[in-house]
């Protein structure tokens, strides 16, 4: 399929974690980059490839993949990370995929 | 370090031609990388539109092929964006953004431009 799934919305407690899940059969080919957008603000790269975080990305944020699921982990979430999340890869033929989006909401 | 920055009209009317351009800062496109162009609908997800490399190879959204191009111009540092016959569905912030490919990664992206399609 040429789709990537995401839920559409995740809570967790504040301090706790959150996996934050994107599903396609691309995913078995190519590694999911993930964004963070905040209201009225453009996208910030937080994780790529198999898991790796730009320079300024705190390491509470990790990823992994697993057969067609790629997950974004937050490990002690903090209310900073209440943003929406989206993933980001390939179709069969190359090209670029979004996810329709999670919204995190930190209690 | 890397900045982009849109610019073009906030507003097209219906059938028109959509045209935004992105200015680069910190890094000569000559260099390397790809440049994108990515869209978002008032309150909806984020949509790729199409890439470039320094060279002028294009890769664009099957679903917009036939309305878009997408050129480069190295000598002002900068990319461009053309959507050809536009509807109100076209109405989004329009990003554009440097793209690595393999890993792939969209790093850093412009602040946007909202471009909304009225008569």
């Known amino acids: 399929s040429s789709e990537l799934t995401q839920d559409p919305a995740v809570s967790v407690a504040l301090g706790q974690t959150v996996r934050i899940t994107c599903q396609g059969d691309?995913?078995?080919?190519?590694?999911a980059s993930w964004y963070q957008q905040k209201p009225g603000q453009a996208p910030v790269l937080v994780i790529y490839?198999?898991?790796n975080r730009p320079s300024g990305i705190p390491d509470r944020f990790s990823g992994s993949s697993s057969g067609n699921t790629a997950s974004l982990t937050i490990t002690g979430a903090q209310a900073e990370d209440e943003a929406d999340y989206y993933c980001?890869?390939?179709?069969?033929?190359?090209?670029?995929?979004f996810g329709g989006g999670t919204k995190l909401t930190v209690l | 370090q890397v900045q982009l920055q849109e610019s073009g009209p906030g507003l097209v009317k219906p059938s028109e031609t959509l045209s935004l351009t992105c200015a680069v800062s910190?890094?000569?496109?000559?260099?390397?990388?790809?440049w994108g162009w990515i869209r978002q609908p008032p309150g909806k997800g984020l949509e790729w539109i199409g890439s470039?490399?320094?060279?002028?190879?294009?890769y664009y959204n099957p679903s917009l092929k036939s309305r878009v191009t997408i050129s480069v111009d190295t000598s002002k540092n900068q990319f461009s964006l053309k959507l050809s016959s536009v509807t109100a569905a076209d109405t989004a912030v329009y990003y554009c953004?440097?793209?690595?490919?393999?890993?792939?990664?969209?790093?850093?992206w412009g602040q946007g431009t909202l471009v909304t399609v009225s008569s």
């Open positions: 910190g890094y000569s496109i000559s260099s390397g990388y790809y």
């Open positions: 953004a440097r793209w690595r490919n393999g890993p792939d990664w969209f790093d850093p």
């Open positions: 691309s995913l078995r080919s190519y590694y």
């Open positions: 490839g198999k898991n």
């Open positions: 980001n890869s390939r179709d069969s033929s190359g090209n670029h995929l």
């Open positions: 470039i490399y320094h060279s002028g190879s294009t």
